[in-house]
């Protein structure tokens, strides 16, 4: 983030930074979650990022390759279970993603809730300062149904805002449907969701749960994104946030969210021990 916007101050040293990330990479290595980093940082976003860059550099001279970001922290009722009050950001990576319909291995996973959502594919850069409603949505491609699998490194989902933005925002794995649709003037605020597990709801909620309107969502993200030093691009897939609260994840039940103008997607949990 900008320098006017975090103080100096907040910035913690490099040795500090390197044993939160190291904390963190332990944790996801090992599959046994670990103690919130926040012993280790300052409270600050500057904080969190800055560890949140040091684990995107080395996955990504590990091979992996970054396909979009995430939007955390959109829906007030996701923003009250985990005691925060403001978005943040992750990296998503092309192994995070599940094919509609597929399955995940549950024990790749250390405490997975899941929550449903509205994905972006962008058509076009969002930088620069013009970030107007009428620039975000022209560079738009399409939309489509998503579900989240978020994941926490952090023992018991302990986490304050540093500690889940230095876990890259709480990341595990997403599945975007298999109907895309062009934006055009679709009002992305008045979509319904509905997600059921294996045929049971259990979140329910609207676009306009998502910061107002997911294309909102998009525009804080891009200017986030950007003055990170890693704007939005052409290509990039953007989940804009949860539309309804997450739950977690019954290993073995098959996850299901419908949409309105989106269509449907869905994804099947592992028992555990049979991955």
Excluded at 184 to 200: C, Y
Aim: aromatic residues 2%; proline residues 6%.
């Amino acid at each position: 983030m900008t320098a006017d916007r975090f103080p100096v101050a907040d910035v913690p040293s490099t040795a500090t930074i390197d044993a939160a990330a190291a904390r963190l990479q332990q944790a996801a290595h090992t599959g046994v979650p670990c103690a919130p980093v926040r012993d280790l940082l300052p409270m600050s976003l500057e904080a969190g990022y800055a560890v949140q860059q040091v684990l995107t550099a080395g996955a990504l001279a590990a091979g992996r390759r970054i396909v979009g970001r995430k939007i955390g922290l959109t829906n007030p009722k996701v923003q009250a279970q985990l005691g925060v009050d403001t978005p943040d950001l992750g990296v998503l990576f092309e192994d995070m993603a599940v094919a509609d319909e597929g399955t995940v291995e549950v024990d790749q996973l250390l405490q997975p809730r899941i929550e449903a959502e509205v994905a972006l594919v962008l058509g076009a850069d969002l930088d620069g300062d013009d970030l107007s409603p009428a620039r975000v949505r022209a560079s738009v491609d399409r939309v489509v149904a998503s579900l989240e699998i978020v994941d926490s490194r952090i023992a018991g989902w302990d986490i304050t805002l540093v500690d889940t933005v230095a876990d890259n925002a709480s990341s595990g794995r997403f599945v975007l449907g298999g109907n895309p649709v062009p934006l055009r003037d679709l009002d992305l605020r008045a979509v319904q969701m509905s997600m059921l597990e294996d045929g049971r709801e259990v979140s329910s909620g609207t676009g306009a749960d998502c910061l107002g309107d997911p294309l909102a969502a998009l525009t804080w993200l891009a200017a986030a994104a950007r003055d990170l030093g890693a704007p939005l691009r052409a290509g990039d897939v953007v989940l804009s946030g949860a539309l309804g609260p997450m739950v977690p994840v019954r290993p073995g039940a098959t996850y299901s969210a419908e949409v309105t103008g989106l269509g449907s997607v869905t994804v099947t949990f592992t028992d555990r021990g049979t991955a």
